[in-house]
């Protein structure tokens, strides 16, 4: 027998005090638990929730939006930036053209990316309650490790329509088949002495940009 | 280099005995538990709808295990479509040889690992050094404890027993022989730590051709993974590799994709008490030019359907490892998580270890005595599994035997009546009673609620102790009679 076949065994002979007709497609689950916590201003709640957690938070209309990318690169004093392929061209149409732009590319390999200072993106949704932006890999995100290696991230969610109140609200709107990065804040630890330090491996500073249409 | 082992460990009197007489562990244990604590209840108090959330939370696991089995093929069959590859293994020996011939057959004699209680569990990283494969830790606290030749003793902080200066040194003097040393003159400064962790594990990221990980759900309906953390290490090992092999035990699978709005709100605040935990991953098999070409998923056994197959232990399989239970724990708070002899330590590790294992070492029939039933790991425990209820029902195992599964086959236990495994037993009782946090907390047992399991109490356990040699419950308070059997030093608890 094969181990598949034994582990499976030993499961349903565990199970034996469950009547075979138990059907659990059948029973709706009792989910009592709120569907969205009802906040007042979504995109307030996300702002605060993120600046929580140490994300700094802009605001921006379009017209302000390449000034402030470029602002925000310059500060960092970046060199160079990685561009998905859908990312609108007019996000950073001022920056200089000194900073490198280096396309987001299959044949790139991790060190390559770890000579790139930072990163501009879209995202998929972001959830208020929780302070968080989900990335999917969508055009204007790219595949997962230009969001990681390079240690600084720009994130431009469009408000409201990207934001939702909740998880489950989140949860609905992405497709499971998508590689999907969920991003609360820059990474953190609390490994030593529970002092809670930012910055260990992802990007050490995360900018969301929230855009007003 | 492979760290510790906890074969051989002392049973849990002995090495919480020895844990409680180290001052300096004690007090980053306590100091460690109670900032937790507190945040944790803060987090919890956000969601006005947060004992909904735990009932189905409870819910879902509990009808998951129901019907483990279709699940489990479910699962298969989705990460298969997606292009996974389903590897299943009975026991530790076999999901230890599963992973080590994987690794092998891509050529490598390196892979990085994210912090996974599975493997610990397994002893991966031991056998993969057998087999002349160097398993790099890349959380940071893994990484304090791999080069310090050590064992983890929290879930989610498994360096709590180190403090800052110990870090530095170990850094110092071991981070070479791994790889790119630690920088001249690096600080005890946390965030100079951090600093020092990332430019050491950054190398080994770039470089690293297979990933292994845990995961912390599985999703049946869609084959999706999910893994939550803090660091970015495991966005590191999920997404650069070209192989990742991840490493899970059978009872992660959740139903429905749904499912996740559940454990997403109760996980990161049972157990960082944060809203969110800086990083979730999700991945469904593999995506063409996106993160590694190549996934396994080994399924692991190893004790899980022994586990299943006793009615009432069968909700230790509920657990989504948040730790809250040890944060609250007045036995671990004293003894430390390396008294429990395995990689699950705290109330959670006294009714996981026994069951996994079977109760017939000296150490695991005295672990369910490692308690005080105060019933506070019940109380915060976002999946309400009744660890009380578990511990009686394991004293009772242990005292009088009866039928329990042990490796898939149904075997009567006989009762350690007269044994060392009584004696131990009777030990871990008498000092979870001899330690007056343990008792301080013991006071909150009228006034808690039990919404969600049937009490059975008192049980045989209880039963047995008035019959046998421990010492009563004094009618004075715990600390006058601690004060006057212990002297004046032994308010501290020693
Ligand atoms: S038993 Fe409950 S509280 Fe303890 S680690 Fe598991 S889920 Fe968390």
């Not at chain 2, 590799?241 to 559940?262: A, F, Y």
């Not at chain 2, 990083?279 to 995506?287: E, H, L, P, V």
């Amino acid at each position: 027998m094969n181990a598949r076949e034994v582990v499976l065994g030993r499961v349903r002979r565990a199970l034996a005090d469950v009547p075979r007709e138990e059907d659990p497609e059948r029973e709706p689950l009792e989910r009592g638990y709120l569907d969205s916590h009802q906040p007042a201003d979504a995109v307030g709640l996300l702002a605060e929730n993120l600046a929580d957690y140490r994300a700094l938070v802009h605001r921006s209309t379009p017209e302000e939006l390449p000034g402030l990318v470029a602002r925000l690169l310059a500060e960092r004093g970046a060199a160079s930036v990685v561009v998905p392929a859908g990312l609108p061209p007019e996000w950073l149409a001022e920056v200089p053209r000194e900073v490198r732009r280096v396309p987001d590319e299959a044949a790139d390999t991790a060190r390559r990316l770890d000579g790139v200072d930072s990163v501009v993106t879209g995202c998929a949704v972001a959830i208020a309650e929780t302070g968080t932006v989900v990335l999917d890999a969508g055009p204007d995100q790219g595949r997962r490790r230009i969001t990681l290696v390079p240690d600084h991230h720009v994130c431009v969610v469009v408000v409201p329509d990207q934001v939702v109140d909740s998880v489950p609200q989140g949860l609905r709107r992405l497709d499971p088949a998508r590689p999907l990065t969920w991003i609360s804040g820059p990474s953190a630890t609390s490994d030593i002495e529970l002092d809670r330090v930012e910055g260990v491996h992802g990007p050490r500073r995360l900018d969301v940009v929230l855009l007003e249409e | 280099m492979s760290g510790g082992t906890y074969l051989g460990m002392p049973a849990f009197p002995r090495a919480a005995e020895a844990a409680t007489r180290d001052e300096r562990l004690r007090a980053n244990l306590t100091h460690a538990t109670h900032t937790i604590r507190d945040k944790r209840a803060r987090a919890v108090a956000e969601l006005p709808d947060w004992a909904e959330l735990r009932a189905a939370g409870a819910a879902i696991k509990d009808r998951t295990l129901r019907h483990l089995d279709s699940y489990l093929e479910r699962l298969e069959a989705a990460v298969t479509a997606a292009g996974g590859q389903v590897h299943w293994a009975a026991d530790a020996a076999q999901a230890n040889e599963i992973v080590t011939r994987l690794v092998l057959q891509t050529g490598e004699r390196e892979v990085v690992k994210v912090k996974s209680m599975a493997t610990q569990e397994l002893g991966l990283n031991a056998a993969l050094e057998r087999a002349g494969v160097r398993a790099f830790e890349t959380d940071l606290a893994e990484l304090i404890v791999q080069l310090g030749d050590d064992l983890p003793s929290h879930i989610l902080v498994p360096a709590i027993h180190r403090n800052r200066r110990e870090i530095r040194d170990i850094f110092t003097e071991r981070m070479g022989e791994w790889g790119r040393p630690a920088p001249e003159g690096l600080t005890d400064e946390p965030a100079d730590l951090a600093e020092a962790a990332r430019l050491h594990l950054r190398q080994k990221f770039l470089d690293a051709k297979v990933g292994i990980s845990g995961a912390n759900f599985m999703v049946a309906e869609t084959g999706t993974m999910v893994v939550v953390e803090s660091e970015g290490n495991g966005r590191m090992c999920l997404t650069l590799p070209e192989t990742l092999i991840s490493v899970v035990g059978i009872e992660k699978v959740v139903p429905t994709w749904r499912d996740l709005e559940v454990f997403l709100q109760l996980l990161p605040r049972s157990s960082t008490a944060e809203r969110m935990n800086p990083y979730t991953s999700m991945w469904t098999g593999t995506s063409d030019g996106d993160g590694p070409s190549t996934f396994h998923l080994v399924l692991v056994d190893n004790g899980r359907t022994d586990t299943l197959a006793d009615e009432v232990g069968r909700q230790a399989l509920r657990c989504i490892r948040c730790s809250a239970c040890l944060n609250v724990c007045p036995v671990y708070e004293r003894a430390g998580g390396h008294a429990y002899g395995s990689a699950y330590p705290g109330p959670i590790g006294a009714i996981l270890t026994p069951q996994l294992r079977g109760v017939d070492t000296v150490l695991d029939a005295s672990l369910p005595y490692a308690s005080s039933l105060c019933g506070a790991c019940y109380e915060v425990c976002p999946v309400a599994i009744d660890i009380p209820e578990v511990l009686v029902r394991l004293r009772e195992r242990v005292v009088e035997g009866g039928e329990a599964t042990v490796r898939g086959s149904r075997v009567r236990i006989r009762p350690a009546r007269g044994h060392a495994a009584e004696r131990a037993a009777m030990r871990a009782a008498r000092w979870a009673l001899d330690h007056p946090g343990a008792l301080r907390a013991g006071q909150r047992v009228a006034g808690r609620m039990r919404r969600l399991q049937p009490r059975r109490l008192p049980g045989p356990g209880a039963a047995w102790s008035r019959t046998r040699d421990m010492p009563p419950l004094p009618p004075e308070s715990f600390r006058s009679w601690w004060r006057r059997t212990r002297g004046e030093s032994g308010e501290a608890g020693r």
